[in-house]
């Protein structure tokens, strides 16, 4: 099984700031098969990034992908006041498709 | 537009059954694998289980293999869960997710997500 690890837990930041999430896997993710996801309180999980680095449809540029093997970044230019939230970090290369723990970006 | 729609969750005792259901519209359900993930109160994401369009394929966590079963409806665009021997630690939100399809293939991550159904195992 693939254990994913994010950093950090919680990212304290301000909005127009970036922000830069870690995801790291226990071994290889098979063909960067590594998805982004966000949730607000309340609500579904939302698919942003796919692919380590494709952006979902009708997901504003400033949300980016990148990374492969064991390293992925989720980075987020500009923080806008809808974007605090949780992001999880999910592969889908090998079963079983292990989510990563999430980090919490809130409003510092 | 992609619609998910859960049901069946509830109330349990320990060493229960109950079956979960997922009734899709928009697409061609039949072209998509479709996946379950859980939300335990106040917790992460915990992926579940997946099947693949044709339901020849099949995978499960750890955490419910030999308990849980996924199975679809390709003619009704439903998208099982049967779960059985619950423990208290299966309670959580229970979603359905559609696989999704890029380029010409598909894939086991997911694009569009229900809005859960709330499983709680206690006596």
């Known amino acids: 099984e693939i254990v994913l690890t994010q950093s950090p837990g919680t990212l304290s930041l301000s909005p127009g700031e970036r922000a830069t999430l870690s995801c790291r896997a226990s071994?290889?993710?098979?063909?960067?098969?590594l998805a982004w996801y966000q949730q607000k309180p309340g609500q579904a999980p939302r698919l942003l990034i796919y692919?380590?680095?494709s952006r979902a449809t009708g997901i504003p540029d400033r949300f980016s992908g990148s990374g492969s093997g064991t390293d992925f970044t989720l980075t987020i230019s500009r923080l806008e006041p809808e974007d605090f939230a949780v992001y999880y970090c999910q592969q889908y290369g090998s079963s079983p498709f292990t989510f990563g723990p999430g980090t919490k970006v809130h409003i510092k | 537009e992609v619609q998910l729609l859960e049901s069946g969750g509830g109330l349990v005792q320990p060493g229960g059954s109950l079956r979960l259901s997922c009734a899709a519209s928009?697409?061609?359900?039949?072209?998509?694998?479709m996946s379950w993930v859980r939300q335990a109160p106040g917790k992460g994401l915990e992926w579940v289980s997946a099947i693949s369009g044709g339901g020849g394929t099949t995978y499960y966590a750890d955490s419910v293999k030999g308990r849980f079963t996924i199975s679809r409806d390709n003619s009704k665009n439903t998208v099982y869960l049967q779960m059985n021997s619950l423990r208290a630690e299966d309670t959580a939100i229970y979603y359905c997710?559609?696989?999704?399809?890029?380029?010409?293939?598909?894939?086991?991550?997911?694009?569009?997500w229900g809005q859960g159904t709330l499983v709680t195992v206690s006596s």
């Open positions: 692919g380590a680095s």
């Open positions: 997710a559609r696989g999704y399809c890029s380029g010409g293939s598909c894939y086991w991550g997911t694009d569009y």
């Open positions: 928009g697409f061609t359900f039949s072209s998509y694998a």
């Open positions: 071994q290889s993710v098979i063909s960067t098969y």
